[in-house]
């Protein structure tokens, strides 16, 4: 349970003509999300219970932290966020970016069967349509199909892979991607079949026999699809997958929207798989640490806020 001394300091670096943001840094960093849980239950005056069964950010306290922080003002509204309401405004936002179908992905991908059902849920309640409504609409390009496949995805999350199975589907999958020339594989309705329906550990085993028929690393295909090879990292190896995409965004460089990204990662995976990412980010990138790349590019509160969160354990 959130402390009530820590729950009513946190209120007041929520209201009044400021926010105290070394209060929000201390407080917010520690907790866990069972902590997260009860403060949004304690705070009606800022969360409402929605009748899908989670508590939301109230529209207009939402606005008026947005208009008093400026880049961490994103990082503290992630991190209180019911995670079903954070990813489903994650959704929305990428479809109106552009759209953003690599966070589409990225979220679709890297969440449990029951974290998709919720945010899904959220989406309902939030917007008053579905995801995959949306993204029927919206979206024009050729991954559309495989978009709304993946969202709707409710995968069995345990071990056991039927091996045959997976080799014949290697197969198919080898052969869709041998002919993107004639058919972008991600309109291939058994290629989606298999992407959205299989388990991951099936789809592991399906793409290393995959590799074995094709002779070469998959991934590293220059004429690859980049919507497949982004499905695939994000269900098999995430952890490499959000290693490279914080590596591409701590940058001195870096457009906005890459910058953004940093937020993004940390925030959804704080209480996930942060250490498993500082370890693959420190392996994949000649030894330097993911809170060295942080310090050398972020600033002031917004910087001690998301290393904070980078040093918990899971």
């Given at each position: 349970?959130?402390?009530?001394?820590?729950?009513?300091?946190?209120?007041?670096?929520?209201?009044?003509?400021?926010?105290?943001e070394?209060?929000?840094?201390?407080?917010?960093?520690?907790?866990?999300?069972?902590?997260?849980?009860?403060?949004?239950?304690?705070?009606?005056?800022?969360?409402?219970?929605?009748?899908?069964?989670?508590?939301?950010?109230?529209?207009?306290?939402?606005l008026?932290?947005?208009?008093?922080?400026?880049?961490?003002?994103?990082?503290?509204?992630?991190?209180?966020?019911?995670?079903?309401?954070?990813?489903?405004?994650?959704?929305?936002?990428?479809?109106?970016?552009?759209?953003?179908?690599?966070?589409?992905?990225?979220?679709?991908?890297?969440?449990?069967?029951?974290?998709?059902?919720?945010?899904?849920?959220?989406?309902?309640?939030?917007?008053?349509?579905?995801i995959?409504?949306?993204?029927?609409?919206q979206?024009?390009?050729?991954?559309?199909?495989?978009?709304?496949?993946?969202?709707?995805?409710?995968?069995?999350?345990?071990?056991?892979?039927?091996?045959?199975?997976?080799?014949?589907?290697?197969?198919?999958?080898?052969?869709?991607?041998?002919?993107?020339?004639?058919?972008?594989?991600t309109?291939?309705?058994?290629?989606?079949?298999?992407?959205?329906?299989?388990?991951?550990?099936?789809?592991?085993?399906?793409?290393?026999?995959?590799?074995?028929?094709?002779?070469?690393?998959?991934?590293?295909?220059?004429?690859?699809?980049?919507?497949?090879?982004?499905?695939?990292?994000?269900?098999?190896?995430?952890?490499?997958?959000?290693?490279?995409?914080?590596?591409?965004?701590?940058?001195?460089?870096?457009?906005?929207?890459?910058?953004?990204?940093?937020?993004?990662v940390?925030?959804?995976?704080?209480?996930?798989?942060?250490?498993?990412?500082?370890?693959e980010?420190?392996?994949?990138?000649?030894?330097?640490?993911?809170?060295?790349?942080?310090?050398?590019?972020?600033?002031?509160?917004?910087?001690?806020?998301?290393?904070a969160?980078?040093?918990?354990?899971?």
């Amino acid at each position: 349970m959130a402390h009530p001394k820590e729950i009513s300091a946190l209120n007041k670096a929520f209201t009044g003509l400021g926010v105290d943001e070394k209060t929000s840094i201390s407080i917010l960093t520690k907790w866990h999300p069972h902590q997260l849980h009860s403060y949004r239950k304690a705070t009606p005056d800022f969360f409402i219970e929605d009748e899908r069964q989670f508590e939301r950010w109230s529209d207009p306290r939402v606005l008026q932290l947005r208009q008093e922080f400026i880049r961490f003002k994103d990082a503290v509204v992630l991190r209180t966020m019911h995670p079903w309401e954070r990813d489903a405004r994650l959704f929305k936002e990428a479809l109106q970016m552009g759209p953003r179908i690599d966070i589409i992905i990225e979220t679709a991908c890297t969440r449990s069967s029951e974290d998709l059902l919720g945010a899904r849920r959220a989406y309902h309640s939030l917007f008053h349509r579905s995801i995959e409504e949306d993204i029927a609409s919206q979206i024009h390009t050729s991954e559309r199909k495989l978009l709304v496949a993946l969202v709707s995805a409710y995968r069995y999350e345990g071990p056991h892979v039927q091996e045959e199975r997976a080799k014949s589907e290697a197969e198919v999958l080898y052969n869709a991607i041998k002919a993107v020339a004639k058919k972008n594989p991600t309109e291939n309705e058994e290629v989606i079949m298999i992407l959205a329906t299989r388990s991951k550990s099936h789809i592991k085993a399906v793409y290393k026999y995959c590799e074995e028929i094709s002779g070469n690393h998959l991934q590293q295909d220059p004429d690859g699809d980049w919507a497949l090879k982004q499905t695939v990292q994000c269900l098999c190896t995430p952890h490499a997958y959000f290693s490279k995409i914080l590596d591409a965004s701590l940058r001195t460089d870096v457009d906005e929207a890459a910058r953004d990204s940093v937020t993004r990662v940390i925030l959804t995976r704080a209480d996930v798989d942060i250490k498993q990412i500082k370890e693959e980010f420190q392996h994949k990138f000649s030894g330097v640490s993911l809170s060295k790349r942080i310090e050398e590019v972020a600033n002031g509160n917004y910087r001690d806020f998301l290393l904070a969160l980078v040093s918990k354990e899971n």
